[in-house]
T-cell receptor, first 118, second 116 residues
């Protein structure tokens, strides 16, 4: 158990709908990363939040958005869903202080949310 | 730009055989980290190892060993005396460290099947 929790575990919805995925980081971790694992794209980085602020964006669609709340949990919002959005969505957390090049902080992955769009 | 290549899409070996999973990476950074993760059929990502770019020592952990060679930009993973429980998808990943954003760039994964 990594200490990172994600809800729900499974989500089935229809095209055009909107869903929210939730991630609670490990206690003390300030960074949350979101990744998408799909058959087409493999495992790819979507977005990184540190202490409530967006730090970096990867291949995240405009239909997707995220935020990190004052209690450090994060939500990934997916809207106007398409069949191709069906994937396993992971979040990961780390301590990750900014501005310290060369200092790595390990990412701990949650169990993922499996999204199926019908 | 960073890139991780796992040329082996699928490998099948008979139980107790040794197997090596290849990983080749590209980065312009001099400071970076390499990882291996295991994804069993249940779907979670299990961390196996992290290696930084300044440490080229090979590492052994039980039946697992890793060979890091900067000269060939490779970070290969060997399982000796494979077991059925080793069946999983294995991902190699790369992270540079830029202002606290340690995003991981993953390879496409190698699906390893151990045949009893």
């Amino acid at each position: 158990d990594s200490g990172v929790t994600q809800t729900p575990k499974h989500l089935i919805t229809a095209t055009g709908q909107r869903v929210t995925l939730r991630c609670s980081p490990r206690s003390g971790d300030l960074s949350v990363y979101w990744y998408q694992q799909s058959l087409d794209q493999g495992l790819q980085f979507l977005i990184h939040y540190y202490n409530g602020e967006e730090r970096a964006k990867g291949n995240i669609l405009e239909r997707f958005s995220a935020q990190q709340f004052p209690d450090l949990h994060s939500e990934l919002n997916l809207s106007s869903l398409e069949l191709g959005d069906s994937a396993l969505y992971f979040c990961a957390s780390s301590v990750s202080p900014p501005g310290q090049r060369g200092l790595y902080n390990e990412q701990f992955f949650g169990p993922g949310t499996r999204l199926t769009v019908l | 730009a960073q890139k991780v290549t796992q040329a082996q899409t699928e490998i099948s070996v008979v139980e107790k055989e040794d197997v090596t999973l290849d990983c080749v990476y590209e980065t312009r950074d001099t400071t970076y980290y390499l990882f291996w993760y295991k994804q069993p059929p249940s779907g979670e990502l299990v961390f196996l190892i992290r290696r930084n770019s300044f440490d080229e020592q090979n590492e052994i952990s039980g039946r697992y060993s890793w060979n890091f060679q900067k000269s060939t930009s490779s970070f290969n993973f060997t399982i000796t005396a494979s077991q059925v429980v080793d069946s999983a998808v294995y991902f190699c990943a790369l992270s540079d460290v830029f202002f606290g954003n340690e995003k991981l760039t993953f390879g496409t994964g190698t699906r390893l099947t151990i045949i009893p």
